[in-house]
């Protein structure tokens, strides 16, 4: 019998295709997410090819080390299918006839008005301890098993199809019933930063990051957006919605004005809001960022922006002085022509370094109000393929710090 408490689980995807990298594994990473919303945690992802002895050892260490395994792929018809046979070697049982499962099969090519071809009589054989897991909108059920391990509670391990309709489908209504986490509640919350790099952020937080934490606070990295995901486990919503608000307080007071959303908010989103609120208007005008920064302004569908002007290096005003002076010129006109209470303007890039090493280079960002023009310098390093979307970042971020009437804390 399996233990109710059972948290630790295992997902294997097989495929050659995968392996291959023919096609991408996004049924893993859809699994683990579910898992997680049930209180199970993912702890290994297993890819494996179309071989019948590495699907059996890879397996044999599945079951012996998880929990719960889910499977998906392999239970097709054709000769490279061998998730049945992996499964009833690993128990070392003979794989047995489910009449149910065949007549379900025949019924579905008799809708379609074919013949069931022989090979298909394959899908419904099952390992004798085997529970067949029905699949109204496909050839292949799944199986379930109970695998005992000495000395262990027993390993669920459930197989679905590799199409992913299907296994969505089988998962919420065959699989989700069987599995064990779901007297826990898990609930999580997105806090978005933008300003300073994860090292200083994750200085800043301190203790909040650590790995024993209740609730967990993990950092992610995206285009130089920081996220940091809250994950609190309770026996009720209540009890969570407390842990993730606290942690939430405490980010706020650690990261202060670095702090800019939740969720799915974009930078641009919350400043875009704010300026709506005002009845504020913007126009922006960009070189080196190629029209990143209009584009991200543009999907925030706000009538507070007033379009933008992408402006070829060829057409920039190179000879007004330094790149500053240039930059900080072009806010000022652009703000003037539009009469937008804001202009943002981005200068060209300059070559940009090709190795990790070399010194960084300088880009210029500058934001026009009615009143007064502030004008940043931008060091690009590192990776090339984020340069553009977080100038255009920079560039939003110095007009949010501006409303709230303060600069920005971090430089860059």
């Given at each position: 019998m399996a233990d109710a408490s059972l948290r630790l689980a295992e997902i294997v995807a097989v495929g050659a295709e995968l392996t291959s990298g023919a096609k991408l594994n996004t049924n893993s990473q859809w699994l683990s997410a579910e898992l997680s919303d049930l209180g199970i945690v993912t702890g290994w992802h297993t890819t494996i090819t179309d071989d019948l002895a590495i699907n059996v050892s890879a397996l044999q260490l599945a079951v012996d080390r998880a929990d719960v395994v889910l499977i998906t792929g392999g239970l097709g018809p054709t000769l490279d299918d061998l998730t049945r046979e992996a499964l009833a070697q690993l128990v070392?049982?003979?794989?047995?006839?489910?009449?149910?499962?065949?007549?379900?099969?025949?019924?579905?090519?008799?809708?379609?008005?074919?013949?069931?071809?022989?090979?298909?009589?394959?899908?419904?054989?099952?390992?004798?301890?085997?529970?067949?897991?029905?699949?109204?909108?496909?050839?292949?059920?799944?199986?379930?098993?109970?695998?005992?391990?000495?000395?262990?509670?027993?390993?669920?391990?459930?197989?679905?199809?590799?199409?992913?309709?299907?296994?969505?489908?089988?998962?919420?209504?065959?699989?989700?019933?069987?599995?064990?986490?779901?007297?826990?509640?898990?609930?999580?919350?997105?806090?978005?930063?933008?300003?300073?790099?994860?090292?200083?952020?994750?200085?800043?937080?301190?203790?909040?990051t650590a790995r024993d934490r209740d609730p967990e606070v993990g950092i992610t990295v995206h285009d130089a957006t920081i996220t940091l995901r809250i994950i609190a486990h309770g026996k009720q919503e209540e009890e969570c919605r407390a842990k993730i608000a606290s942690t939430d307080q405490l980010i706020r007071e650690r990261l202060g004005a670095l702090v800019y959303g939740v969720e799915d908010e974009e930078l641009e989103d919350v400043v875009a809001r704010e300026m709506r609120q005002r009845g504020l208007t913007l126009t922006t005008i960009e070189t080196g960022t190629a029209g990143e920064l209009a584009q991200r302004w543009f999907k925030t569908g706000s009538p507070s922006y007033l379009g933008g002007e992408v402006l070829p290096e060829c057409r920039w005003p190179h000879g007004v002085g330094t790149m500053e002076a240039s930059t900080y010129e072009l806010a000022r006109a652009t703000r003037e022509k539009a009469n937008a209470d804001f202009a943002l303007a981005i200068s060209p890039f300059p070559p940009l370094p090709k190795t990790m090493s070399a010194p960084p280079v300088e880009v210029w960002v500058a934001l026009a109000t009615r009143?007064?023009?502030?004008?940043?310098?931008?060091?690009?390093?590192?990776?090339?393929?984020?340069?553009?979307?977080?100038?255009?970042?920079?560039?939003?971020?110095?007009?949010?710090?501006?409303?709230?009437?303060?600069?920005?804390?971090?430089?860059?």
């Open positions: 070392n049982e003979e794989l047995v006839l489910d009449q149910e499962s065949l007549d379900l099969i025949v019924r579905y090519f008799e809708k379609r008005g074919r013949p069931m071809p022989e090979r298909n009589r394959i899908q419904a054989y099952f390992p004798k301890s085997g529970i067949a897991l029905a699949n109204p909108i496909g050839t292949a059920p799944g199986v379930w098993m109970s695998v005992p391990r000495p000395g262990k509670p027993d390993c669920l391990v459930g197989a679905m199809p590799g199409v992913p309709s299907e296994m969505y489908r089988m998962f919420h209504e065959q699989v989700v019933p069987r599995l064990p986490g779901r007297d826990r509640v898990i609930m999580k919350a997105r806090v978005n930063c933008f300003g300073c790099g994860e090292s200083h952020a994750e200085e800043l937080l301190g203790d909040l009143s007064q023009i502030i004008s940043e310098r931008v060091l690009l390093s590192g990776n090339p393929a984020i340069h553009q979307s977080r100038t255009a970042k920079v560039a939003s971020d110095l007009l949010r710090h501006h409303l709230a009437g303060r600069t920005r804390p971090c430089p860059t």
